[in-house]
Each structure stands twice: as C-alpha cells, then as structure tokens.
C-alpha cells in the first residue's frame, strides 16, 4: 500500500502545484486519479515514483518511509513508472529495453507475452529500435510494456497510459490493468 501525509510539492521557479495531498492506494486495487489539464496529476506521479522531491509531507510504500528516496531506490523497492512522454533510444532493441526493465533475460516467448498484452504483434516489433521511427502510440504502449515486464514491481504508475492509443487497442490495455489489479501484493495508479 502507498499512503501520501499532507505532500506538497513546489517546482524552484513556481507556485506549489501540490498541496497537502494525502492518499491511499491500496494492493489490489486500481486508483485513478482523474481532472483537467494542468491540475498535478503528472506532478503526482513524479513525486510518487522519485521524480520530484516533495517540498513537504510523507510518502510510505508498505510503511516504508520513501521520502528521501531517489528514483532509484523507488525502483529498486518495486516502485514502476510509465511516462507521459515515453523516452526514445536510438540503438535500443525492444526486447532490450523490457531485458532491462525485468532485469535480466526474458525469452522469446515472455517478450511475445508482454507485447501481446499492449497489443502489439511481437514479430514485427520484438527487434524493432525504440527510436523514432515508432508512432506515438507505439511508443507508449512499448513503456508500457516495460512496466509490465519488470518482476518486482509493487506499485505500477501509469501517466496518461491512453495518450497515442487508438480506443480498440486501450480496451485490450483496460484489460491487462484488470489482470494486474487482481495480484493482490500490487498496486495500480493511473
């Protein structure tokens, strides 16, 4: 479970954009947090996931105290985000960028899989360079995908995950963020 205490965040040349969130999102559950542009749901999602230093307030991961943990120790503790604007890198092959993400080697069958999930055909993309010859909605769903490949995951944060993707292809995502909900030890924010 993640629970946020009175989180408040303030860019160093900015007005505070988050003040005195306080928030559960239980295991097992799938928490949306929905609003208009420009209200902090991305703010959110970076301060959650160590992008973010908060200016004030807690963060807690299973009564873990996270605060003043950078990305990386987020990460490593089963922290997983997936960007608004998901990064290109030229000369990373997809497999790659989910071996990566998992940590290790995945099969060839466990890549299709993962890809399958996000709705891509894992022939034409499993060798693929995640570079900017992919379309917007390719990209995403390949961030995605990497999320979904990483083993240790406990909490799973997901920014805008439509933005790029076509409605068919969102309802089969809506589907595999149902499969997740249903592990009881993760947590989902979208």
Known sequence: MLTLNNVCWKPEDGEAVLKGIDLKIPAG????????????????????????????????????????????????LGVSYAFQQ???????????????AAGGTINEENVCSILAKVGLCTKDYIDREVNASLSGGEIKRIEI??????????????????????????????????????????????
């Open 29 to 76: 559950k799938l928490t949306v947090v929905t609003g208009p542009n420009g209200g902090g749901k991305t703010s959110l999602a970076k301060v959650i996931a160590g992008l973010n230093a908060v200016t004030e307030g807690t963060i807690l991961l299973d009564d873990i105290d996270i605060t003043d943990k950078d990305i990386t120790e987020r990460a490593q």
């Open 86 to 100: 998901p990064v290109r890198f030229k000369g990373v092959a997809v497999r790659d960028l989910l071996e990566l």
């Open 145 to 190: 995908a990497s999320v979904l490949a990483r083993k240790n995951s406990r909490l799973l944060i997901f920014d805008e995950p439509e933005a790029g993707i076509d409605l068919w292809s969102f309802s089969g995502l809506i589907d595999t963020f149902e499969e997740l909900k249903k592990e009881k030890d993760k947590s989902l924010l979208v």
